[in-house]
């Protein structure tokens, strides 16, 4: 059996960074993928729209039934997982090469100073501070490509970026409401790793259509084109797609030796040997292969303080956009948003905070007809009326990492493979309740001062818990061993030759979409990698 240096256990923005960095460094690695390969025209970005789904969105959830058609998404069937007290859990797993970055929404904020060294004193603070990772941001922002915040407010750092783009028609007029609150609200342009000019051989954005139903113009960053392309044809990559890694074993020496993993297309199973292992399979898919590996697991922390984002949003219409001419305002999505600048406000209520994107325009369908009585053509005018003047204040604020949020493994189910199934158990408390009714009042109270009409909207609640897709924690970093299942450079304290890289080691999740820092993080731990395999030992 060839023995690699390096054995990549996952292909979306933290496996792509670590093959980037690893090939370049002369490594000879394989990845593992538990989906398929498939080509950009398989993207479903201009062939499914919401009218030719079969329930056009309307029962159950738009999200899940859009990406279920696109033939990316896991199948429940085959690999199962449950939920403890009947709750409901969204959990997200892209099958392809390129994972999740495929279709995310390609927002890249940065995590500030508060993020890393909170001033609460709530759990406990990161290994490391903002200063010892905004080099690796730089660096991030420059690979890939990521338009700029402008200007730095309050804790929040400013992204070295492109040109930001401009706000849309509703942008603007909702800023003017929202800087004129007195709450002390600053709208920056969102920084994107989408492409406001060329950049690295990539074509700028042209605005064709929602990003998060995947760009096959290569404008936003994906790791299937801009890493895991590049790695393979250094001849540094042996890439293995359809691997569903079941687990992790261990040699003579209390190093990770072999993975496990289960040929989806053959319905074999089939082992791997390396010098070195690398999870980038999610916080979530990474904890579940290490419980199911019996190993790294001596604080008996894997799996725990299982974080994501509180999501929810308030909607209106403008009437001075009523009934004007329909063009394409779908494009990439938000063009603004509002960094966390809560403490302004917030005094006891909660701890931690929350971001704001204020947004509106010409999306590709409108539900707004369900909300205006009527019938025939004066309902139907109504509907036009309307269609060009929805906005919404979107909300996406910090969970807080406990301990009893977790995955674990279901003591009965099991997936097509006879791979025990993962088992959550999620819940959100007092905190995240206080700060979703203080996200609602805000919104009503921009809405109101933009002038907003207000359609009926009764009993608003936040997503389901996990909508977020910003899963973090499970397998947290840390200096001291019983505390923490990593060290500060995502390497296990239980066994040297495993590294964790993707969002598993967050001590928090912050309030901002975690991708740059995971990327950041990656890149850092792969250098550090690359640094001790050259030295033969794995610690300094």
Known sequence: MKIYDVCIIGSGASGGMTANVLTKAGLNCAMLEAGAMKS????????????????????????????????????????????????????????????????????????????????????????????????????????????????????????????????????????????????????LPIPKAI????????????????????????????????????????????????ARVRNLELGKEGTVQTVRYFDTEKREWRELQAKSFILCAGAIESSHILLNSKIANSSGLVGRYLSEHLYTAVGG?????????????????????????????????FIRGYQIFPTGGTNEFTLVGNNIPGYGKQWMDAVRAYYTAGVSVQFQGEVLPYKDNRIELDPTLKDDAGIPAARFN?????????????????????????????????????????????????????????????????????????????????VTAGNQNPTLTILAFAMRSSERIAKLMNSGKWKD
Not at 336 to 346: A, C, G, H, M, Q
């Open 317 to 349: 219409h403008l009437p001075q956009l009523m009934n004007r001419k329909v063009t394409n305002e779908d494009g990439n999505g938000a063009h603004v948003f509002i960094p966390d600048l809560t403490e302004n406000w917030r005094g006891n209520k």
């Open 426 to 506: 999620y819940a959100w408390h007092e905190n995240e309740r206080a700060m979703f009714k203080d996200m609602i009042e805000v919104g009503n109270e921009i809405l109101h001062k933009a002038g907003a009409e207000m359609l009926p909207n009764a009993n608003p609640k936040p997503d389901p818990y996990g909508h977020s897709i910003h899963y973090v924690g499970t397998t947290r970093m840390g200096n001291d061993p019983r505390t923490s299942v990593t060290n500060k450079w995502s390497q296990s304290h239980d066994v040297p030759n495993l590294f964790i890289n993707d969002g598993g080691p967050f």
């Open 40 to 187: 950009v025209a398989q993207f479903p970005t201009h062939r499914i729209r919401r009218w030719n789904l079969p329930n056009r969105g309307l029962r159950g959830d738009y999200f899940q039934e859009w990406l279920t058609e696109t033939g990316f998404l896991a199948d429940k069937a085959k690999e199962p997982y449950s939920v403890a007290n009947n709750e409901r859990f969204d959990w997200w797993r892209m099958r392809a090469v390129g994972g999740k970055s495929l279709f995310w929404a390609g927002v890249t904020p940065r995590f500030g100073p508060n993020e890393f060294q909170p001033k609460d004193d709530f759990d406990t603070k990161w290994p490391l501070t903002y200063d010892e990772i905004a080099p690796f941001y730089d660096r991030v922002e420059e690979l890939i490509g990521v338009s700029s915040t402008v200007e730095a407010v309050g804790g929040f750092p400013l992204n070295k970026g492109l040109a930001p783009f401009r706000p849309k028609p509703a942008e603007v007029l909702l800023t003017k409401a929202c800087e004129s609150l007195g709450r002390g609200l600053k709208v």
């Open 195 to 242: 492409l406001s000019q060329d950049h690295k051989g990539r074509p700028a954005c042209h605005y064709c259509g929602p990003c998060w139903q995947g760009c096959d113009s290569g404008s936003k960053f994906d790791s299937l084109r801009v890493f895991v392309t590049a790695a393979r044809n250094s001849g540094k990559l042996d890439l293995i797609p359809n």
